[in-house]
């Protein structure tokens, strides 16, 4: 669990030095940071998309996963979770920016391989190597996005513990279902929810991203069921 922490931590010193630089950042030039910092979203899941896995997988992945997330509504789940959490500690005109920050960021934190892959290594063997990777990452990341969206990115470190704690905890039942081309599809699946919120950030769309975290889930299954199905 010490990665896991390290990643916490990790996301909370970025966030607050985040903090500390939007106040000095004038409305104009905050708009072109968050404007940049969705552009580089986009890339990262378009980087993460391409050769990972057979695109039907993905596409059915995001379909069943879609219509599971909207009628859960996950999306509005937490987003007012987020509301709830900026009632009490952000008083003001900043409340959507607070349930905004908290939710892309704790999905951005939380989506993609690295932080399953690296969660059950830790869990499974004890090395840390992937999670302080991914630290680093996550610091440079809760940097930019506390400078564009303020204090909500901090409270993301809540679902990143919880995620991947449990990951880690549960690694031994994980290890034995997750081969190399489940977690091509993971990457690829995650990868695509990754771009979308990517396009959020930079105003481009406004998707409601976390509806499809169940695609997530089931993109191993759908990849099992495609390798005894053959397309």
């Known amino acids: 669990m010490l990665g896991v922490l390290v990643n916490t931590v990790a996301v909370i010193i970025g966030s ?5 630089f939007k106040k000095g950042i004038s409305e104009r030039l905050n708009k072109a940071v968050m404007t940049g910092i969705g552009l580089c979203t986009i890339y990262i899941g378009i980087d993460g998309m391409i050769g990972k896995t057979n695109p039907l997988i993905a596409v059915v992945s995001m379909v069943v996963g879609a219509v599971l997330g909207t009628l859960i509504d996950i999306d509005r789940h937490l987003s007012g979770l987020g509301d709830k959490m900026s009632s009490l ?7 959507n920016k607070f349930t905004e920050g908290f939710v892309s960021a704790s999905l951005l934190f939380c989506v993609g391989a690295m932080a399953i892959m690296g969660s059950i290594s830790a869990g499974l063997t004890g090395d840390n ?16 996005f506390g400078s564009a969206f303020g204090i909500g990115t901090i409270f993301s470190f809540i679902p990143l513990t919880v995620y991947q704690g449990a990951i880690a905890l549960c690694a031994g039942f994980l290890e034995p279902v997750l081969s190399e081309g489940a977690i091509g599809a993971i990457t690829c699946v995650g990868s695509v929810i990754i771009m979308g919120l990517g396009l959020n950030i930079a105003g481009i769309a406004k998707i409601k991203v976390a509806n499809y975290l169940p695609a997530i889930l089931l993109s191993p299954f759908v990849y099992y069921l495609f390798e005894y199905i053959p397309v």
């Open 89 to 95: 500690l952000s008083r003001g005109s900043d409340g």
């Open 129 to 144: 190597t992937t999670l302080y990777t991914k630290s680093i990452l996550d610091f440079t990341a809760a940097i930019m």
């Open 16 to 20: 607050l030095l985040g903090l500390l």
